[in-house]
């Protein structure tokens, strides 16, 4: 049975080793934290489906295939997966997959992805990567995670400047994340409170920030979030 990594780089997807400059290889990790999941029928939800959107300068109106998806319904036999993305991806969709159309900086929107599935074990923010919708994200979909339920968000260490010129203003994520986190440092910000930070840090039974996974040392900051819900899952938050 292939491992996360060899399925990511078949497939094309830049979480490998191999697609991307440099690829991300955060299927290292992932393969770690996903394989006791792997036979079991999940539900696992993915904002943003595929690079070269508009947080790049490309169109919104576009027909491409999501490496990432197909590589989730591969390493998941038995799980239901869902996508999210301002692009129209509703051609991939299969009794396994299913896809919600829209904007990360949309509450109505991410609350359509919430009401799809019914309750996620795992979600990943691969999305535009731009602060205000990394943030709204967390906030709407955090709470439908399942008990012991994996909520990630990659690539923190890139914002989008299209969008961050244009986007109401809050503290950069993973500046926000760390100093709160592990520092228990509020920077102020229109999204969360300190009150709310507090009880999804409690909410939370463990989170992790990561560096860069290119192996070539150095710094570069954080570049990946992971935070665990704990065992009455993000619902306790009673958002």
Known sequence: MDNLTTLANRFGSDKGTTVGRPPHRYTFLYDLLFHPLRDQPIALAEIGLAVGGPELGGVVDRRVASPSAAMWQAYFPQA????????????????????????????????????????FDVIIDDGSHASYHQQLTLRILFPCLRPGGLYIIEDLHWQSPRYEAVLPPVPRTADFLHHFLLNDIYIENR?????????????????????????????????????????????????
Request: proline share 3%; glycine share 16%; hydrophobic share 45%.
């Open 80 to 119: 239901r997966t869902f996508g999210f993305d301002i692009s129209d991806f509703a051609h991939l969709e299969s009794p396994r997959f299913t896809f919600v159309r829209g904007d990360s900086g949309e509450a109505a929107d991410l609350r359509r992805l919430a009401a799809a599935g019914e309750g």
């Open 191 to 239: 999204l969360f409170s300190r009150a709310e930070m507090t009880r999804l840090r409690e909410t939370a039974a463990s989170f992790a920030l990561f560096p860069d996974f290119s192996g070539a040392g150095g710094g570069g900051g954080i570049k990946l979030a992971v935070l665990r819900a704990g065992p009455a899952g993000g619902a306790s938050l009673g958002w």
